[in-house]
C-alpha cells in the first residue's frame, strides 16, 4: 500500500508563492500518475492538477491555470505543486493522490490512494 505525506503548506499573503511536496513511500509512485486536490471549507474536494507519470504530460483546472505547476521527481518519489500569485480563495487543505488508471484523469473516484493533506491559508 502506497502511502503519501504532503508538506510545505503555511500561512503566506496573497500575491505570495508557496511550493507543496508529496512525498511517497514506494518507488511504484514512479509508474502512476498523480493529482493534487483541495477542499476548502464546506466545499467539496476538487481536482486542481494532475501530472503523468512521465511528467511529460500535464493539466490543470481552470481557476489555477497559469498560476500553478505541478512537476515530479520519479528519482525521489516525490511530487511537487508550486503556487504562485496566491489568492484568498485558494485557501484549502491541499490533498496529492495516486492514479492507477490508464489515463490521467480529473475525477476523484479514479484516484485509488491519498495523503492526509496539508492546510495552506491566504491572507487578504
Known amino acids: 500500500q502506497v502511502q503519501l505525506v504532503e508538506s510545505g503548506g503555511g500561512l503566506v499573503q496573497a500575491g505570495g508563492s508557496l511550493r507543496l511536496a508529496c512525498a511517497a513511500s514506494?518507488?511504484?509512485?514512479?509508474?502512476?500518475?498523480m493529482g493534487w486536490f483541495r477542499q476548502a471549507p464546506g466545499k467539496e474536494r476538487e481536482f486542481e492538477a494532475a501530472i503523468s507519470w512521465t511528467g511529460s504530460y500535464t493539466t490543470y483546472a481552470d481557476s489555477v491555470k497559469g498560476r500553478f505547476n505541478i512537476s515530479r521527481d520519479n528519482a525521489k518519489n516525490t511530487l511537487y505543486l508550486q503556487m504562485n500569485s496566491l489568492k484568498p480563495e485558494d485557501t484549502a487543505v491541499y490533498y496529492c493522490?495516486?492514479?492507477?488508471?490508464?489515463?490521467?484523469?480529473?475525477?476523484?473516484?479514479?484516484?485509488?490512494?491519498w495523503g492526509q493533506g496539508t492546510q495552506v491559508t491566504v491572507s487578504s
Open positions: 493522490a495516486l492514479s492507477r488508471a490508464y489515463d490521467v484523469t480529473v475525477a476523484l473516484n479514479e484516484y485509488d490512494y
Open positions: 514506494e518507488r511504484t509512485f514512479s509508474v502512476y500518475h
